[in-house]
């Protein structure tokens, strides 16, 4: 039998206001929510307003605010002793990747047995249904979302761990563009990227399937056509409507498809130098689709007549090159930095090398790529990305 599965949440709501259905249905699923956020979207008043609904649907809650990084298993075992003694009953996530991945994680661990890494690979499976959790992104990114995957840096062995299983699918999606406006132009650039490589991975991976196919072209298309002027014009509420969709749509294809190499070898420089996901994603993006263009250049063409329809019957090299200029342009026009000008020390990065390549490898993600690579390539391609140089923007 050949057959694919498809997970989402129970629930999504999008669009500009959605914010204001966050107290109605914590209502229908709790009493008492943990709310998972971080001192900026406090900062920028958003933390009040998801108060003031809780507040007006009759239910309290308390907040776990120290996220202040990638989120790793420290985090998750804070927020997780505040869920306990608290007596929280439902979890409200609001804020990026780092807080939707922390509040996913300690709602598994507050119903089910075991410590976090054991669920990794799926050595432990949750087998208790988690506390309901609602999803609220503040960055068009990760679409974590709309995803039952969670990426939790395990501390002991500097390794973040890729964890994927049903429980990890929030109850309810609510995705409020308005939420976005005040993200800063260099968040917007990497989590815009991270949403791109979501979308692209999940539709040259070995796993794609035709449902997954339709969801990440659409995402493709709508960042291609509306990430830099969300970069360059953030108030512009249609730009950031479209990207938020787009990164809710990437995460939805990916996690029922695949990632591929440029995540696999990601999380290991989050990992050991603290770079955030999407940053580090974007900085391997050019290097790794370089490297993987030619096992893949049907689906690139098919990229490339999906975003322009009037190059059907040109030459397959031609189009695949162009999308693949493209994307790399549009990292360069994004001010995406190569890796030693993001500040990494090179002697450092050298000798971690061989791990990083290993634990690449050990994440499965590279084997979903179009072309699999050794660890040895692996080593080359981050000596590659680390001082990566863009071409010449290309003449129109």
Aim: with cysteine; aromatic share 6%.
């Amino acid at each position: 039998m050949n057959f694919s599965t498809v997970h989402l949440p129970k629930s999504i709501f999008y669009g500009e206001g959605s914010l204001e259905k966050v107290g109605e249905e914590a209502k229908k699923l709790g009493s008492k929510a943990l709310v998972v956020s971080d001192n900026i979207i406090k900062e920028v008043g958003y933390l009040e307003k998801c108060h003031h609904y809780l507040e007006q649907a009759g239910v309290s809650y308390v907040d776990y605010l120290e996220i202040a990084s990638e989120p790793t298993d420290h985090y998750v075992t804070e927020a997780l002793k505040v869920t306990n003694e608290e007596a929280c009953d439902v979890i409200v996530a609001l804020g990026g990747g780092s807080c939707i991945d922390t509040a996913k994680a300690v709602a598994v661990l507050a119903t089910n047995d075991g410590e976090l890494s054991e669920y990794m690979g799926a050595k432990r499976i949750a087998e208790n249904k988690p506390l309901p959790l609602l999803a609220v992104p503040t960055t068009a990114g990760t679409g974590s979302e709309a995803t039952d995957v969670t990426v939790i840096t395990n501390t002991k062995n500097d390794v973040k761990m890729m964890i994927k299983q049903p429980a990890f699918m929030p109850e309810i999606a609510i995705v409020d563009p308005i939420l976005t406006i005040s993200s800063p132009k260099s968040i917007t650039a990497a989590t815009g990227v991270d949403a791109l490589t979501h979308a692209l991975e999940a539709y040259i991976s070995r796993k794609a399937h035709p449902f997954t196919d339709q969801l990440a072209l659409s995402a493709i298309k709508l960042i291609m056509e509306n990430l830099l002027e969300a970069y360059n014009n953030g108030s512009n509420v249609e730009a950031r409507e479209k990207m938020i969709y787009a990164s809710m749509l990437g995460g939805i294809a990916f996690s029922n498809s695949s990632v591929c190499l440029v995540h696999g070898m990601s999380r290991p420089i989050g990992a050991l130098f603290h770079v955030p996901h999407g940053i580090s994603n974007a900085m391997l993006l050019p290097t790794v689709l370089e490297y993987s263009k030619e096992s893949c250049i049907d689906r690139l063409v098919e990229i490339g007549e999906y975003l322009s329809p009037g190059v059907k019957g040109f030459p397959k090299g031609e189009v695949s090159e162009n999308v693949v200029s493209d994307i790399v342009e549009l990292c360069e026009k994004l001010g995406i930095p190569n890796l030693k000008s993001w500040g990494i020390n090179e002697e450092q990065f050298e000798q971690v090398l061989e791990k990083m390549a290993a634990d690449a490898i050990a994440s499965g993600s590279p084997g979903n790529n179009p072309k699999i690579p050794t660890e040895e390539e692996i080593v080359v391609l981050y000596k590659k990305a680390f001082v990566y140089e863009y071409p010449a923007v290309k003449q129109s």
